[in-house]
C-alpha cells in the first residue's frame, strides 16, 4: 500500500483538479497512482512533469527510444512502479517482448541502435562525473545526434525523478505486473 494517503480524486479542487483533468486527458480517462500522488502533493511539480514529458514526446527520439530509456533506468533504479508502466507503454510504443526483457535484463536486443542506447543510458545512470570520449564516440556512431544527447539527458532527468517519488511512496502498481 502506498505509504502517503490520497483523498478520492473526486473531491479535489483547484491546481489539483486541473492536473488531473490533464492527466486524464492524456492516460485515456484514467489518472494512474503516481500521477495521483503528485498531483495531491504537488500539483506544480506534476504539471512540470507533463508538459516536459510533452517536450520530450515532440522531440526527435522515437517512441520506442523513449521507452527503452525509461525502461532501462527505471530498471536499474529498482523502480517496481515505472518499470511496470514501461514494460506497457513499451509494448505500446511496439517494442517486443524480447526487446523488453532485453533492456530490462541488460542483454542485447538485437538492435545495435538500440543497445547503444541502453549502454549509453545505463553508463550514465550508474556512473559519476563526465563520460569519457569513447562513450560520447560510440553514442553518435550509433546515429544518435547532439541535439538528440540533450533530449536522452531531460527523459533520464523525468524518469529518476519518478522512479526517486515512487521509492519514498512505494507507490500501489496498477499497471499490469512484469512477467
Known amino acids: 500500500m502506498s ?4 483523498p478520492a480524486l473526486s473531491t479535489a479542487t483547484g491546481a489539483t483538479a ?6 486524464r486527458k492524456i492516460a ?9 500522488a503528485l498531483g495531491h502533493l504537488a500539483p506544480a511539480q506534476l504539471a512540470a512533469v507533463l ?5 520530450a514526446a515532440a522531440g526527435s527520439l522515437s517512441k520506442q527510444d523513449l ?3 525509461k525502461l532501462a533506468v527505471s530498471t536499474q533504479t529498482g523502480c517496481d512502479y515505472c518499470e511496470a508502466a514501461h514494460v506497457l507503454l513499451g509494448k505500446l510504443a511496439g517494442l517486443s517482448a524480447d526487446a523488453l526483457r532485453a533492456i530490462r535484463t541488460g542483454q542485447p536486443t538485437g538492435d545495435a541502435k538500440r543497445d547503444a542506447l ?4 545505463l553508463n550514465l545512470v550508474r556512473t559519476s562525473g563526465t563520460i569519457g570520449q569513447d562513450e560520447f564516440d560510440a553514442i553518435r556512431a550509433a546515429g544518435y545526434t547532439d541535439g538528440q544527447l540533450a533530449e536522452i539527458s531531460l527523459v533520464i532527468g523525468l524518469v529518476i525523478f519518478t522512479n526517486i517519488f ?3 511512496n512505494d507507490t500501489d502498481v496498477d499497471f499490469p505486473p512484469v512477467q
Open 67 to 69: 521507452e527503452t530509456i
Open 51 to 55: 508538459n516536459a514529458e510533452g517536450v
Open 28 to 36: 485515456g480517462g484514467n489518472v494512474p497512482n503516481l500521477f495521483a
Open 18 to 23: 486541473e492536473v488531473y483533468a490533464q492527466v
Open 118 to 121: 541502453v549502454h549509453f543510458v
Open 166 to 168: 515512487n521509492r519514498i
Open 3 to 6: 505509504r502517503i494517503a490520497i
